[in-house]
């Protein structure tokens, strides 16, 4: 069991008036999904940042198992919207590359990363070169590299922000699934007011300061329950029908844009 926390963080960057991120505090267990929305510019990718270790507090602390961080680890795994992957490599050489780092001889590398790839649905990808594939398959390619380091943490920034809404919706059961299997603590961000409900174990609100429309802070925390649902064994269109995904998803509306829609 791991836990990540940060502690009343606050970011200003370099030459800024003000806080981009004012007091935030969240604590990510290992098997919790967190999810971080909010309207654009209110801080989610700096608060995930600074749980990376790319971006340092102001003020406040992160610490992982105790520990403050201090700089990106193995131990927490970053996903971005866009891949991020090494178009002159392989699929294969794609999601070994945490391995080889390590150390991890050819043969074992490669039986790992294609187990991997199995997880992800990519088997048989091994071979092709990355520009090959389309924009899910590189995105589960990511995935696969980000989970060869066995992260105890996956922090994820709009990972499926770039893709079709159908390819999305595969994703979102593929997650769920990782998830699953895992036992990873997930922080992610997402624009996604329905992909936050079926995922998350809780929705963290962010909302810029109204006087200022800068300022991101925690406004609401809401717990929810439909992603347990779909571990459970119930298919996601019949959570989705459920009356109460459309009342989680009116009230986490509403947080995110403070009765602006009504
Ligand atoms: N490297 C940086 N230097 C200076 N200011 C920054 C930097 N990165 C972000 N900001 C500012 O900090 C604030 C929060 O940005 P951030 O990207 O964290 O928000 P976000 O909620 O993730 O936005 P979006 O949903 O549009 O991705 C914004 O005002 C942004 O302009």
């Known amino acids: 069991m791991s836990l990540l926390e940060l502690d009343h963080v606050s970011v200003r960057y370099q030459n800024a008036v003000r806080d981009a991120v004012a007091d935030a505090s969240l604590r990510l267990s290992s098997g919790d999904f967190l999810v971080l929305t909010g309207r654009s510019g209110c801080g989610k990718t700096t608060l995930l940042n600074v749980a990376a270790g790319f971006v340092s507090p102001s003020s406040g602390m992160a610490r992982v198992d105790g520990q403050p961080i201090a700089a990106p680890g193995a131990d927490r795994a970053v996903v971005f919207q866009s891949d991020a992957l090494f178009p002159w490599a392989s699929v294969r050489e794609n999601v070994a590359f945490a391995l080889r780092m390590k150390g991890v001889p ?7 990363a294609d187990a991997l790839l199995a997880r992800v649905k990519l088997s048989g990808f091994g071979d092709k070169p990355v520009w090959e594939l389309s924009g899910g398959m590189r995105q589960r390619v990511g995935l696969a590299r980000a989970l060869a380091a066995e992260p105890r943490f996956l922090l994820m920034d709009e990972p499926l922000g770039a893709l079709d809404a159908l390819t999305r919706e595969r994703m979102q059961t593929l997650l769920l699934d990782i998830w699953a299997e895992s036992g990873t603590g997930i922080l992610m961000v997402t624009h996604g007011i329905e ?3 079926l995922l998350g174990t809780e929705v963290i609100v962010m909302t810029p300061n109204p006087d200022t429309g800068q300022q991101g802070r925690i406004t609401r925390r809401i717990p929810v329950s439909f992603g347990r649902r779909y571990r459970a064994g119930e298919p996601v269109r019949a959570i989705r029908a ?3 995904f459309a009342a989680a998803r009116a009230e986490l ?5 403070e009765g602006e829609l009504q």
């Open 242 to 244: 459920d009356p109460a």
């Open 106 to 112: 050819r043969r074992e590398r490669d039986r790992r």
């Open 253 to 257: 509306a509403d947080a995110i844009f």
């Open 195 to 197: 992909e936050a409900l």
